[in-house]
């Protein structure tokens, strides 16, 4: 597994935003994957999580009606719409792999992380 996340950036409050993910080995389709967040100063928290099948989903309270996950397996990519932004949006963003096919919103229960995108919301 190699996690490549992409689309961060700065954005006002109140827009939207699309982050991907690519895994570039093509494995794990069987897992469930997720995103995280780590705002400054704080300790990384989960976002949304989907399962190997894209039929089950979880977000956070934070982000539910706002943001949703998707996964294309046959491309090896997760995404995140992000809708109706908000300045405590504001944090780098990390895809992960899952050692299981449902998603979890513990972070102990992701095997492999990529590398992160900042995305910025200004008021």
């Known amino acids: 597994v190699q996690l490549q996340a992409s689309g961060g950036g700065l954005v006002r409050a109140g827009g939207s935003r699309r982050l991907s993910c690519t895994n570039s080995?093509?494995?794990?389709?069987?897992?469930?994957m997720a995103w995280f967040r780590q705002a400054p100063g704080k300790e990384r928290e989960f976002v949304a999580g989907i399962a190997w099948s894209g039929g089950g989903t979880v977000y956070a309270d934070s982000v539910k009606g706002r943001f949703t996950i998707s996964r294309d397996n046959a491309k090896s990519t997760l995404n995140l719409q992000m809708n109706i932004l908000k300045p405590e949006d504001t944090a780098l963003y990390y895809c992960?792999?899952?050692?299981?096919?449902?998603?979890?919103?513990?972070?102990?229960?992701?095997?492999?992380w990529g590398q992160g995108t900042l995305d910025t919301v200004s008021s």
């Open positions: 992960a792999v899952a050692r299981k096919s449902y998603p979890s919103v513990q972070r102990s229960d992701y095997a492999y």
């Open positions: 080995k093509r494995t794990a389709s069987n897992n469930a």
